[in-house]
């Protein structure tokens, strides 16, 4: 069976900066056809949870010079390497070839993230471990993405 990575979150895990969960149902349709494998990158790295909200700056992902800063400008951005690289172990454990993330999320996001200046204004670009997972030739979609599997 295919095995997909997922953030843990989408599962209903209060894993999010705010303790919450991100629960989103369509991700149960896939368990009949896919081996799903939940994920929290940001738990993985050691940060806690609830913990300050974080956004990229200077740059996108896994880019020479982008930094994660929360919200009290402390530079996280080791940590979101770490669990960055932590989620990449895992894929490869598993010998994952997709994986379904957050949107939006600094981590996990996949097409837009927040721009750094927390006054919610969103840009183009990926999240931290989704650009790690893709330039490891990981599939990368966000659990907007669902239909893609469900055929809905």
Known sequence: MKRILVSACLFGINCTYNG??????RIF???????????CPEQLAG??????R?????????AP???????????VTRAF???AEETLK???????????????????????VYDGTFSSILIPGVGVTAALLRE?????????????FIGS
């Open 20 to 25: 919450k969960n991100n629960l989103n149902y």
């Open 65 to 75: 010079g982008s930094r994660v800063v929360n919200e009290f400008g402390v530079d």
């Open 81 to 83: 390497e770490r669990g």
């Open 29 to 39: 349709s896939l368990m009949n056809n896919f081996s799903l494998i939940p994920v």
């Open 90 to 112: 895992i894929a490869r454990l598993f010998e994952v070839e997709l994986a379904i993330l957050k949107s939006k999320s600094p981590s996990c996001g996949t097409q837009h």
């Open 47 to 52: 940060l806690p949870t609830p913990r300050p």
């Open 54 to 62: 974080a956004e990229i700056t200077g740059g996108k992902g896994w």
């Open 136 to 148: 490891n030739g990981i599939e990368v979609l966000s659990e907007d993405e669902i239909e893609y």
